[in-house]
């Protein structure tokens, strides 16, 4: 199963954009990439999934280059309610003996006034 | 907009006590998880039923934790006894797709072992 690495946190301001890229060199050919926001005492929640090129809806956009060896997820202008841990998990989209869709730890997001 | 519940939302508890954790997944998904999530660290998935089967339960300490969900539709993790280490975020998810779409997770219970 591939395995994702990502930056531990990052900060941001109001109104600024927050991209935030996801490693996952060993993805196989029918992995997807989904990412999910958590936020304290609260389970987490999807915000995105793509294969492939971009994917776009109404809270963020997802960069996937041609390789698929990485991945970025884009936070338009983000606001203090968009601080939270964001997950990147890469797995097929029907599960397989033995595969296992994984959370890493995530990366967390604080956003500053 | 449909929700999966879970129940209790908190649980104190002492060490070697039996506790037990309840989840409603979305009507109509038939894939359901377990997840145990300790403070700071990512979720981890503890056991995966596919209707009322178990599909994984690789990471489910066996000894101690018990999950059923016997018509298909809610399910109970148990942990019988409790041990200081088992303080954490049990989340409960569900989903249409087996194994991968999107998830939808409950709120959690949290279990504090004392």
């Known amino acids: 199963l591939a395995k994702t690495t990502q930056p531990i946190s990052m900060d941001s301001y109001e109104g600024q954009e927050v991209n935030i890229t996801c490693s996952h060199n060993?993805?196989?050919?029918?992995?997807?990439i989904t990412w999910y926001q958590q936020f304290p005492s609260q389970g987490p929640r999807f915000i995105i999934q793509?294969?492939?090129t971009k994917v776009t809806n109404e809270v963020a956009s997802l960069f996937i280059p041609a390789d698929r060896k990485s991945s970025t997820l884009s936070l338009p202008r983000v606001s203090l309610s968009d601080t939270a841990v964001y997950y990147c998990l890469v797995g097929p989209m029907i599960k397989a003996a033995g595969n296992k869709l994984t959370f890493g730890g995530g990366t967390r997001v604080l956003v500053k006034p | 907009e449909a929700e999966v519940a879970q129940s209790p939302r908190y649980k104190i508890t002492e060490k070697s006590q039996a506790v037990a954790f309840w989840c409603d997944p979305i009507?109509?998904?038939?894939?359901l998880y377990w997840y145990r999530q300790i403070l700071g660290q990512g979720p981890e998935l503890l056991v995966q039923f596919q209707d009322e089967s178990v599909v994984d339960d690789s990471q489910l300490p066996k000894d101690r934790f018990s999950a059923e969900r016997l018509k298909g539709v809610d399910s109970t993790l148990k942990i019988q006894p409790a041990e200081l280490g088992d303080s954490a975020m049990y989340l409960c998810?569900?989903?249409?797709?087996?194994?991968?779409?999107?998830?939808?997770f409950g709120e959690g219970s949290r279990l504090t072992v004392l």
């Open positions: 009507s109509g998904h038939a894939t």
């Open positions: 060993n993805i196989a050919t029918n992995d997807y």
């Open positions: 998810a569900s989903s249409i797709l087996r194994g991968g779409g999107e998830l939808f």
């Open positions: 793509g294969y492939k």
